[in-house]
């Protein structure tokens, strides 16, 4: 386990996390019967450590979702007191958007909360020492982050979260979309960007970092609107 630094974040619960800023786990478990790896992240400068193939496809969303500011993997220990014993919850991601949001998310291949009531009972509590904070709690399983065409797309767009792009090639995208006033076909603005292949990857790179705007949930095609990612105060970036 990483150096930690704790918080207390209300009377009854304590969030512990790594003082490097990344996942409070890292160790996978060469013994686990599941695939397991660790995915590295353009978008949030970590390793993050899966421990199913679900985690991972969980990543590709939220690596390709425009909307999404930073994630972690394993970002922090809950500690929460109840009665004479206290409880220990290990969320299996933070996601921070742009417009300020924060959800915990646990991942599951499939939750069946009969199968294990104690610990249904440890993420209720959970949840509420989150919702407390201002934080949402979601429970995701796999037909919810692999529904199609959304998975489809963030593994293509994911695959070229690592490819480098300038100033020059934002001004281009921008002006491409611009000229159409909201938006812009998306062979239109890779074309703009160097056409083919080389447009493509990084008009997904620019996706990744959230340059610009995509709509996961529908099919890509050559026509799909392509949007400038606004700000809160109406700019863009």
Known sequence: MSDASSEVINHRATIVRSESGGPIRTIINGSSRHATGRYSSAKSGFAQPWESKVERSHFWRCEADPAIRHYLAQPHRLEIPVGSQKLVYFPDACVE???GRVEIREIKDVYEEERDPLYHDKINYAR??????????????RVDIERQPGHRNARTIQADRHVKFTGFDLDRAFACIERDRYTAPFERVAEALGGESLGTAILHALIVHGHVGIDLDRRIDADAPVWVRVLGNGGVQ
Do not use: I
């Not at 509420?128 to 399983?141: C, I, N, P, T």
């Open 97 to 99: 958007f742009h417009d």
């Open 128 to 141: 509420d020492v989150y919702h407390g904070r201002g934080w949402s709690f979601v429970l995701l399983e």
